[in-house]
DNA sequence: AATCACATTTTATAGTTGCAAAATGCAATT
DNA sequence: AATTGCATTTTGCAACTATAAAATGTGATT
């Protein structure tokens, strides 16, 4: 009846900001702190710690606030027990974008089919396609309805992405601006060692797929130009529906986080332009393996 | 209470399809052509030509169809006569544009003030937030409200900008894929030769814009790259509301005019490493002149 | 055969209201 | 002084209705 509420999701960003934070058993989780971070108000951070000590991930002390209960190795164990559903918006968007990928829609459709079929409101059905038409792969229609572009379909706009990503991101690396964010290069190199140490077998696809975004995010942030970044993101939020629908060669990771940590290498001894083109190569690499299924 | 017909806007694109593809008195106007051709059903298009009709534009005959009652040079005289007012949506999102640039905004918002603000509907605010979302100078807050980012407001991030648009220009130049488009360039001439020939004087600030945006857009179509295409978009899109604020420098409009047709000569000579090093520092070189005023 | 004109169906927006969630103010506690 | 915990206010999502516009099917006209 009233809106979804913020705490699921809020509580998992609690998880990832302990981990990220390195925090320990028996550290104080300040209300305002975390909703400052989250940008929202202290309400849903009160819900999701409630939450979170039911699971026994945090302990509650009257009139003096939420404690880590436990350390970081232990909340995976108790967290992965929750089986992370994707929450109801996310379902939908990722339940269309199956439909589009697999030719179930016509490339025009009107909103009232897509409530039938999705069964949701119309408000929630809207700011799904919104977000989709941000993605740049629906658009709305001057007068009823929706159209599908060809965008997500073709070979041709595969290639073409994978060579705009090569060529931004080695430009963004050759700016003036670019400056090598230390803190940004230690995790990545963190990041990417842990996937050397087992990742590669375990980490699920979407881990997999995340932790070579946001290598790559990363150092396109360094150029200190907003808009490279933003271009970035962009495609890459498209790119996750593609890659999805393709079996990650897991033999190839090895020699993917060698060449990451191989352009940090060059990076930290000030061979930038090096760095640079092998950027350059090790993208377009990239897309002469993976074949898409469609 | 229900919608706004799109049967304005319907009008005035049909004039515009009517000049630029050249025809003449007498011709016929076949609803299902026009229909497919702004994607829209027959219904629209019907209540179109018949405000048309009264404006003596075109000419009905029963069961016959429309016909184009005037010639080209006509149209204009009439057309004056309604003094184009941006239609609602527009009106509302540069309010908007302009109040956050003087700074009536703080930076974080929520939706009912602005619908106390401006007097609109829920519905129609949230379709131009969205559009501005798209924008990109405003985002959703997780909880409730929007937060204004500070993309329109700085000089870095102008600066930023121009610095995008000549990598991108540039290098969507040097594509291997990139293919000079005949009609395009045609056209591109003729614009800049109005231009020069007394549209420096007479022509709005918009449709100098306009102009000059068309002739980049148009160079970047050619690399057959949508993602270069669409980022350039992208970034035009924004820069329309900063330029909006900036008095244009008419003096520099003749160097801008011949520069952009030096570009054109040397593609069409193969020269195409020169044109992408011309075309940079022509994009470069126009930051340096404007100042914005913010 | 193409196209229009009209009748009918379908669609989407404006305008409600109810309510749970989010935001916020402030006294109580440490 | 910082922070919680509760009470109060504000917000925005969901659900519904009415209605004008858009889409469409079909017989009539050229």
Chains 1, 2 share one sequence.
């Not at 951070?45 to 209960?69: C, D, H, T, W």
């Not at 060698?258 to 352009?263: G, K, N, Y």
Request: proline share 3%; glycine share 6%.
């Amino acid at each position: 009846m009233a809106r979804n509420s913020l705490s699921p999701r809020i509580s998992t960003d609690i998880i990832e900001f302990v981990k990220s934070n390195a925090m320990r058993k028996g550290d104080h989780l300040p209300l305002q702190m975390l909703a400052d971070n989250f940008r929202v108000s202290r309400a849903p951070i009160m819900s999701a710690l409630r939450k979170l000590e039911q699971r026994g991930i945090v302990r509650a002390e009257p009139n003096r606030g939420y404690f880590l209960a436990v350390n970081l190795e232990a909340i995976d164990a108790l967290q992965s027990e929750t089986g992370e559903a994707a929450d109801g918006d996310d379902a939908i968007y990722l339940r269309i974008a199956d439909d589009r990928l697999s030719g179930k829609f016509a490339e025009r459709v009107s909103e009232n089919e897509l409530m039938r079929v999705y069964a949701v409101p119309r408000t929630r059905l809207l700011k799904i396609l919104h977000r989709i038409a941000d993605e740049g792969w629906i658009e709305r229609l001057p007068g009823n309805g929706w159209s599908f572009k060809q965008t997500l379909m073709s070979r041709k706009s595969y290639e073409a992405g994978y060579i705009f990503r090569a060529v931004i991101e080695q430009q963004a690396m050759l700016l003036p601006t670019f400056q090598p964010d230390a803190d940004g290069f230690r995790k990545a190199r963190e990041t990417q060692n842990d996937l050397g140490n087992g990742g590669y077998e375990h980490w699920s696809r979407a881990e997999i797929f995340k932790a070579n975004n946001d290598f790559h995010e990363m150092l396109v942030a360094c150029s200190g130009n907003e808009f490279f970044l933003d271009a970035i993101k962009r495609i890459n939020r498209l790119r996750r529906l593609l890659e999805y629908q393709i079996t990650i060669d897991r033999s190839r990771l090895p020699k993917q986080t060698a060449e990451h940590l191989h352009i940090l290498d060059l990076l930290e001894s000030d061979r930038r332009s090096e760095a640079a083109a092998f950027l350059y190569t090790h993208i377009m690499g990239a897309s002469r393996i993976k074949t898409p299924k469609v």
